[in-house]
T-cell receptor, first 113, second 115 residues
Framework: DAKTTQPNSMESNEEEPVHLPCNHSTISGTDYIHWYRQLPSQGPEYVIHGLTSNVNNRMASLAIAEDRKSSTLILHRATLRDAAVYYCILRDFDGGSNYKLTFGKGTLLTVNP | EAGVAQSPRYKIIEKRQSVAFWCNPISGHATLYWYQQILGQGPKLLIQFQNNGVVDDSQLPKDRFSAERLKGVDSTLKIQPAKLEDSAVYLC?????????????FGEGSRLTVL
């Protein structure tokens, strides 16, 4: 799996937007960009994923650079419940028979009240 | 729908003892994963099953770890004998083989402390 680079930690204030960056300069054309987050004492949970176009869902938005070498996860209004480790992961789509995620260390997001 | 169930949530053992963790995936999910997460690190894949066959076990320490998935549903991960460095959270996850987002659904994990 291609590697990603994320800051070790970031801080935000409650109710403000948060932009979590991820660099993936060696991304291949078939790599999907996935984001998961892990709240304290819980297993990771899916946040969002995309291939080329920007994506929105109820949890977040994903902005993908035109050259796909970087992406940004956007939380539009951070809440205290968004404090978690956020993982940016590249996953190759091999035709649907093998899904595997290789996690890095992620970004620890602290949300201040 | 019910999520991925794991047990026990916590286990404390002495080194050289054995331990087993159980996982029940989401109904209909053919793919099951076991991850090991050491404190301060991201989860590391130990083994991946598709139905009851092993797809990837390249990072499973086979001299002490074993896993099985009988009838393609529940799975058990065993450690025998345990070492101090096995202290970690063991996460089970499941996913659909085809279609959807390929999203992995994780359980809450089983925290192992080896003394």
């Amino acid at each position: 799996d291609a590697k990603t680079t994320q800051p070790n930690s970031m801080e935000s204030n409650e109710e403000e937007p948060v932009h979590l960056p991820c660099n993936h300069s060696t991304i291949s054309g078939t790599d999907y960009i996935h984001w998961y987050r892990q709240l304290p004492s819980q297993g990771p949970e899916y946040v969002i994923h995309g291939l080329t176009s920007n994506v929105n869902n109820r949890m977040a938005s994903l902005a993908i650079a035109e050259d796909r070498k970087s992406s940004t996860l956007i939380l539009h209004r951070a809440t205290l419940r968004d404090a978690a480790v956020y993982y940016c992961i590249l996953r190759d789509f091999d035709g649907g028979s093998n899904y595997k995620l290789t996690f890095g260390k992620g970004t620890l997001l602290t949300v201040n009240p | 729908e019910a999520g991925v169930a794991q047990s026990p949530r916590y286990k404390i053992i002495e080194k050289r003892q054995s331990v087993a963790f159980w996982c029940n995936p989401i109904s209909g999910h053919a793919t099951l994963y076991w991850y090991q997460q050491i404190l301060g690190q991201g989860p590391k894949l130990l083994i991946q099953f598709q139905n009851n066959g092993v797809v990837d076990d390249s990072q499973l320490p086979k001299d002490r770890f074993s896993a099985e998935r009988l009838k393609g549903v529940d799975s058990t991960l065993k450690i025998q004998p345990a070492k101090l460095e096995d202290s970690a959270v063991y996460l089970c996850a499941s996913s659909l083989v085809r279609g959807g987002t390929g999203e992995l659904f994780f359980g809450e994990g089983s925290r192992l402390t080896v003394l």
